[in-house]
């Protein structure tokens, strides 16, 4: 492929890019966004290349619904790198979910290169071609555009296909193809697009780091900042940080430092609201639950250095929650076959956490019944 692009701005330029794609059943995707100040990234700008061409498209020049159809086409597989975010970006723009996802980090994980490979340093290892990285932190709001900045994002999806090949032929060697299939499965999932407070707050706040009044507080301030930072489209740290809600787990909780912006007089009633509030949200009756998935974790990660797989990619934060908390697991995604089989080493260390837990919560459960 030569370094020649075309550039989009305009929807009626569009038909270009629908007819350079037409019975095309492979492409590579990348985006340009940004959400340093919204609860939702936005997007900047859309790459999209096939085996000859490559198209930098501004967002006001595609048509979402050509767009969502190839999204969600299983007859068109899609190749991204680290590809979580852009597909958040995508599917806050189309609400279509996925289908037929290749991820080259993903991949290049499963083949040895290491977690989180950058794709200047696999377009080096695999192609022997050299990125430049000057516009990796650009701000991508900015228009006009220059030069540079386009062609940066077009090398961005250039060379994504000739990875693809790569790494596709190494998987098959290895015999992960299918290993690899089941991973990007998950990404065909809604809840990986949509944020659940509870789960935000097992992860950043864990359950060990005050009183249960203090992390009561805690709680509800944190689920009323995600539902207006939803709604608002802000992100949290402009509302109310994660370093303010960690302040109130400390013994004197009512030293609250508010945030010095618009929304103090706002959030300060909501505070002393919620300060007389009694009753307690069920996740906060799983006592320890943070450690238990830390531990349950720990296992996992170890289990699977041996065969050489990290374990973000088999089990979520999410997954092991509910694996805990659930008295029926038979459902959940680590009892799928293919992910029974990949933790068979630490399969009985997990049920021994789970069974150790759970005895736990009865022994917990009326003291929690006796607060009023």
Not at 134 to 143: A, G, I, L, N, Y
Not at 149 to 155: F, L, P, Q, R
């Amino acid at each position: 492929m030569n370094n020649s692009f075309t550039y989009i701005t305009n929807i009626s330029d569009f038909d270009v890019v629908k007819k350079a794609l037409d019975h095309t059943k492979l492409v590579a995707i990348d985006t340009e966004f940004e959400r340093t100040q919204t609860f939702y990234p936005i997007l900047h700008l859309f790459q999209i290349a096939t085996a000859k061409q490559v198209f930098v498209i501004e967002p006001v020049a595609i048509e979402y619904n050509w767009l969502g159809n190839l999204l969600g086409s299983s007859g068109v597989k899609k190749v991204f790198h680290a590809c979580n975010q852009d597909l958040e970006a995508l599917y806050n723009f189309c609400k279509i979910l996925p289908r037929n996802i290749f991820d080259t980090q993903v991949a290049a994980a499963l083949t040895g290169f290491g977690e989180q490979v950058g794709y200047a340093d696999l377009c080096q290892n695999l192609l022997q071609v050299s990125l430049s990285k000057e516009c990796q932190w650009s701000d991508w709001s900015k228009r006009p555009l220059d030069r540079e900045k386009i062609e940066y994002a077009a090398n961005d999806v250039r060379y994504l296909l000739s990875l693809y090949h790569e790494l596709h032929t190494k998987l098959l060697a290895l015999n992960r193809k299918m290993l690899m299939k089941n991973i990007m499965k998950s990404f065909e999932e809604k809840e990986v697009y949509e944020r659940c407070g509870d789960y935000y707050y097992v992860k950043h706040f864990g359950m060990e780091m005050g009183s249960l009044d203090h992390m009561r507080i805690v709680y509800y301030l944190l689920s009323w900042r995600e539902d207006y930072c939803q709604r608002h489209n802000m992100a949290r740290n402009l509302v109310i940080s994660d370093q303010t809600l960690r302040q109130l787990t400390c013994d004197i909780p009512y030293n609250l430092f508010l945030p010095d912006n618009s929304l103090r007089d706002l959030i300060y009633p909501i505070y002393k609201r919620v300060c007389d509030m009694t009753d307690v949200p069920a996740i906060l009756m799983h006592t320890h639950l943070n450690y238990a998935v830390n531990l349950m974790y720990q296992k996992i990660k170890k289990s699977l250095r041996l065969i050489n797989i990290p374990a973000h990619y088999i089990a979520t934060t999410k997954m092991i929650i509910d694996f805990l908390i659930q008295s029926d697991h038979r459902s959940n995604p680590i009892m799928q076959k293919w992910r029974k089989a990949l933790l068979s080493g630490c399969m009985e260390k997990l049920f021994v956490i789970k069974r150790q837990f759970q005895a736990q919560q009865n022994q917990s459960k009326k003291c929690y019944e006796n607060i009023s």
